[in-house]
């Protein structure tokens, strides 16, 4: 991850010494939705669990780009996590000892760790006194699994990517010097994860996640 940020760090200034581009730092107040399905497939009985959990969210987030001369903005953002939520269910599991069922709940509950993206705002329009920008951004991160199985199971952690498209206005304050803000809509849908049980049973999971969010920032440029 370290690694990671410093190939984003570097790009960012690369960019920003070429386009002799103001700097722009601020902060966002990001409200996400997030849509998450998966499958666990025991390997003892070939079941397949099916769950599907919807959270919403209020999170920060920092942000630090180049601006150009014509409205563009090339930078990253970071969030150290967004929760994902949880869900529960209760069920029967055979169990080795007898030819009963043993009731057990199973809490599915993960969340997104150091979120990073870099991305893209590209102007086309004006309008109202603010300017309409296009969004194209890649997001890294980890999905920490958090789960709480009656079967005993657990799922590691694992890095995804996602892909980001958006819309939003932007334009300068009328009051405070070099202040600007920012409002989007952005759409990402992430690399689904797959995992096999860290214990070796045999037992796997695969999910997918996908996230709709509503974004106001407010930056500093010089």
């Known amino acids: 991850m370290k690694r990671f940020i410093t190939i984003l760090l570097s790009f960012l200034f690369i960019s920003f010494q070429s386009a002799k581009a103001e700097l722009g730092i601020g902060i966002t107040g990001a409200y996400h939705m997030f849509d998450a399905s998966g499958t666990e497939t025991t390997r003892t009985s070939g079941e397949n669990n099916n769950g599907s959990h919807s959270e919403d969210v209020l999170v920060p987030e920092l942000f630090l780009e180049a601006l150009t001369d014509n409205g563009a903005a090339i930078g990253f953002s970071y969030i150290p996590t967004r929760e994902l939520g949880s869900k529960s269910r209760t069920d029967t599991n055979p169990t080795a000892a007898d030819s009963g069922n043993d009731a057990g709940t199973y809490t599915a509950k993960a ?9 893209l705002d590209y102007p086309f329009a004006d309008a109202g006194g603010a300017t309409i920008y296009g969004k194209v951004g890649i997001q890294h991160a980890t999905i920490a699994t958090l789960e709480s199985l009656n079967s005993g199971s657990t799922y590691p952690d694992e890095d995804v990517l996602g892909l980001t498209l958006g819309l939003g206005a932007k334009g300068d304050l009328p009051y405070g010097n070099n202040l600007y803000y920012k409002a ?7 690399e689904d994860y797959s995992e096999n049980d860290e214990a070796g049973t045999g037992n796997k999971v695969t999910a997918e996640l996908e996230d709709i969010a ?9």
């Open 184 to 190: 989007e809509a952005a759409y990402t849908d992430f």
């Open 111 to 119: 969340e997104l760790d150091n979120v990073v993206q870099f991305y």
């Open 214 to 222: 509503l974004k106001l920032s407010v930056g500093y440029k010089f």
